[in-house]
């Protein structure tokens, strides 16, 4: 088994060294745990380690781990593509949505969110070029996404999120990585108030916090290398 405390503690740390060398406030990166393919036991010690916030996803298998863990009231967000027919439940039953890339998409989640929860947090899911799945709005999507998310009542707009193409070294993963800042930053100038650019997986979280990153989400580093199953390839 893996030592999951011990772990959260070396990623927490990677993270505040990365802030402390490149002059980023400390502590203006959170850490998004991605359980994916862990069960409710291995994410107790998680949470048992200080961790509040998990990513999941498949629908079907985050369901029941909500269910179970639904006391300890850790906050969980949907990473993973949405389809038009699975919109009711995630708005029913996740906080976040970093993966909203579609109107269509953003209008069923907000219709479908109990008012009694409060708004559901939306990222604009972005397709950095070079990217090798096919998810994300492109530049000329968000103009129509922004207005669409911010009008909604049940929905809130934090931000942006992107999944660059695989690269090794520190200066590949930043040039992808910035453009994606780019486009934040575009938005915070035209008076966009968003907060949240979630981007850096376990191989590139350096420079997703050299590059501005307000979120990293981290799966292998915390609970070891996944299972190869075609479930999870990302
Ligand atoms: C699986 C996944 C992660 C975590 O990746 P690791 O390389 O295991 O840290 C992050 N973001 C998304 C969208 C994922 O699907």
């Known amino acids: 088994m893996e030592n999951i405390e011990k772990n959260i503690k070396l990623v ?134 922004i207005p669409l998310i911010m009008e909604h009542p049940q929905l809130r707009l934090r931000g942006l999120m992107g999944i660059p193409a695989l690269e090794t070294k520190l200066h590949d993963q930043r040039s992808s990585l910035r453009q994606l800042r780019e486009i934040f930053e575009s938005m915070q100038k035209r008076g966009v108030p968003v907060d949240t650019l979630s981007m850096g997986m376990s191989n590139d979280l350096e420079a997703a916090i050299a590059e501005g990153a307000t979120m990293v989400r981290i799966g292998t580093s915390i609970f070891g290398q996944r299972i190869n199953n075609k479930k999870n390839i990302r």
């Open 12 to 145: 927490l740390q990677q993270i505040h060294v990365a802030e402390q060398k490149y002059q980023r406030e400390m502590g203006s990166v959170s850490l998004l745990a991605v359980s994916k393919t862990q069960p409710t036991n291995i994410i107790k010690m998680a949470i048992s380690a200080g961790l509040m916030d998990f990513g999941e996803n498949y629908l079907q298998e985050a369901l029941p781990k909500i269910q179970e863990l639904g006391r300890y009231q850790p906050n969980w967000y949907f990473i993973g593509p949405v389809q038009s027919n699975k919109t009711r439940q995630i708005a029913e039953n996740f906080d976040w949505v970093l993966t909203v890339d579609k109107e269509k998409i953003a209008m069923r989640l907000g219709d479908a969110r109990p008012p009694e929860l409060g708004p559901l947090n939306i990222c604009i899911q972005i397709n950095i070029s070079g990217e090798e799945s096919k998810s994300g709005a492109g530049l000329s999507d968000i103009d129509s996404l």
